[in-house]
């Protein structure tokens, strides 16, 4: 019985097979059953995501070397999934819109857009120029982290996520920190926009793009092998060159398709206009050609369903979407009202906790300057009383001073009485230095003139003896008669030898004595000057002495000393 219960829940597990699906942001298991066709599991995703535009979405899986989108009318595991326990399906945009702000309606549908757009932008399947991805970045950044803020949103915080296509990055010699730059100086700008405004405006940017929402393949023309590309995308169906996916050369859009058809690996686009020329293309994978017939016709029945009035279930969903927008732009409003009240409040908060602040430490000031002023107040007593006894010792030393200042002017006026005899006693000095220099230089004068009166006479007397030889030569012969006058010529000229000499020795004697008498009162005018001045040295330095003594006299009575240095002059 145990082992027949075992059997009965081993046959009731094996009706069921695990599934597990990835969002762009989320990855969900479920358990299913096997009778499930792809539109229940696809119908439980929704449900679980909350997710109403259902249209756009597909469940999709990879299979050999492409991938499949499941088929809602057939059961799950009739499909060539991936027979992996659990089985792995991706939820993605299949077809995309037109314009994105006209029809997409649930927050919940632009937020998966834009998640899977911003993942094809930087894995490079959809083409972007560098400033737009700059400014893609922006926005999605606006979306992460909402409006920008300097002391919050610090450079380097945008290090770790992944923003801009790797070509973008190699194109330009730019550092991360430079790249961040730019990114944040459009962020800076896209204050007060919300999330789903801010994907919003991404997906505007992106619908623009040339590769947005175009599904390519690689098709031939004709038997000629010309390799060409295929893309299928809301607008209908464009012809690519292998090396260019961003202009078509030839397109044709669904307003202008009557039918396309394959068969086998022959396809054939006809032409509304008749008159235009059928175009087929081949492909040879017979997985691809279903995939690209699916995509065909799900693009084109969403290209007619735009051009018809919405359903009622779309206008209600539109309908709700505006009120919900609405309230979210009442709530947001409130928000910001109480945001602002309360960044307000903050800021008042701030401003009372630093004014308390300020208030605690004036009354600490205040308190310590108390408690300084009594200290103060008793050590200003003690120096007052310190103070007191030096003002009584200063005023004794002031009466000594004074004294001493009295006896310094009685010495000062005697030793200025001094100093004026000793003035009268050198002009004295100078007057007979002048005087005896006046007489040396009269007696020498003197001197002078009876050397002149000499040499007058010395040459009187060789003139007169000049003359007495000439007189005795001519009167030779008369010498007989005339021997008593020659008797009396020697006489004279004895005598006048003598008066000679006598004036010679008077003469050597007038200039010794001349020079005797001044040589002593030079020596005695001399021995005068040093004498005089001696005694002005010694006054001098009595003066300094005095200068001195009237210098202690005028700080007899000190000047104020500061409180902080009393018990140092008492030491």
């Known amino acids: ?148 803020d300097p002391n919050f949103h610090k450079p380097g915080f945008l290090a770790q996520d992944e923003l801009l296509p790797k070509r973008v990055l190699m194109q330009y010699q730019m550092t991360p920190d430079m790249w961040e730059e730019k990114i944040t100086a459009w962020y800076a700008e896209h204050r007060n926009i919300t999330r789903d405004e801010a994907e919003m405006e991404y997906l505007k940017i992106a619908q623009d793009l040339e590769m947005y929402g175009v599904s390519y393949f690689s098709i031939t023309q004709n038997k000629r092998d010309t390799e060409l590309l295929l893309g299928v995308d809301a607008q209908g169906l464009h012809i690519y060159s292998p090396s260019n996916k961003l202009s078509p050369n030839k397109s044709f859009p669904w307003s202008g398709i009557r039918n396309i058809s394959y068969s086998e690996k022959e396809f054939t686009i006809k032409p509304l206009d008749k008159k235009k020329e059928v175009f087929k293309f081949y492909s040879s994978q017979l997985r691809v050609n279903k995939l690209i017939l699916q995509l065909c016709i799900g693009n084109h029945d969403l290209f007619m369903r735009r051009r018809k009035v919405d359903s009622i279930e779309v206008q209600q969903m539109k309908a709700q979407a505006k009120e919900e927008k609405a309230r979210k732009k009442v709530e947001r409003q409130i928000l910001a009202r109480e945001k602002q009240m309360r960044e307000e409040a903050e800021r008042a908060k701030e401003e009372m906790e630093h004014r308390l602040f300020q208030l605690q430490d004036e009354a600490r000031m205040a308190n310590d300057a108390l408690l300084r002023s009594e200290e103060t107040a008793d050590l200003l007593a003690e120096k007052a009383q310190i103070a007191e006894e030096e003002a009584k010792l200063l005023a004794h030393k002031a009466a000594e001073a004074e004294q001493e200042r009295q006896r310094l002017e009685v010495t000062a006026l005697k030793t200025k009485e001094e100093k004026r005899l000793m003035e009268q006693k050198m002009r004295e000095a100078e007057q007979l230095a002048v005087k005896l220099v006046e007489q040396s230089e009269r007696r020498l004068k003197e001197a002078d003139h009876l050397k002149q009166d000499l040499n007058e006479a010395k040459d009187a007397e060789r003139r007169a003896k000049q003359k007495l030889l000439e007189i005795t030569k001519s009167t030779y012969p008369l010498i007989a008669a005339y021997s008593k006058r ?54 001098k330095l009595e003066e300094q002495h005095q200068a001195g003594l009237y210098s202690l006299r005028s700080y007899a009575e000190p000047p104020y000393i500061p409180h902080s240095n009393v018990r140092n002059t008492r030491a």
């Open 1 to 148: 019985m145990f082992t027949m219960s075992i059997l009965g829940l081993k046959k009731k597990q094996a009706k069921t097979f695990k599934v597990k699906v990835s969002t762009m942001d989320a990855e969900m298991e479920f358990s299913c059953e096997v009778k499930w066709k792809g539109k229940d599991l696809f119908d439980l995703v929704c449900r679980t995501i909350g997710l109403r535009e259902t249209w756009f979405f597909g469940l999709r899986y990879t299979v050999k070397d492409t991938y499949a989108w499941l088929k809602p009318d057939k059961r799950v595991l009739d499909q060539e999934v991936p027979k992996d326990s659990p089985i792995t399906f991706h939820f993605l945009a299949k077809f995309f819109p037109e314009k994105v702000e006209d029809e997409l309606v649930q927050e919940i549908t632009q937020h998966l857009f834009f998640l899977q757009v911003k993942k094809q932008i930087l894995d490079e399947e959809i083409f972007c120029s560098p400033e737009a991805s700059v400014l893609l970045a922006s926005y999605a950044v606006q979306a992460k982290y909402g409006d920008y």
């Open 486 to 539: 020659y008797a009396l010529d020697h006489i004279l000229s004895e005598e006048l030898l003598k008066t000679e000499a006598e004036y010679m020795l008077l003469s050597s004697c007038v200039c010794a004595c001349v020079r005797l008498e001044y040589m002593e009162k030079s020596k005695h005018l001399q021995d005068q000057l040093k004498e005089l001045k001696s005694e002005i040295e010694s006054l």
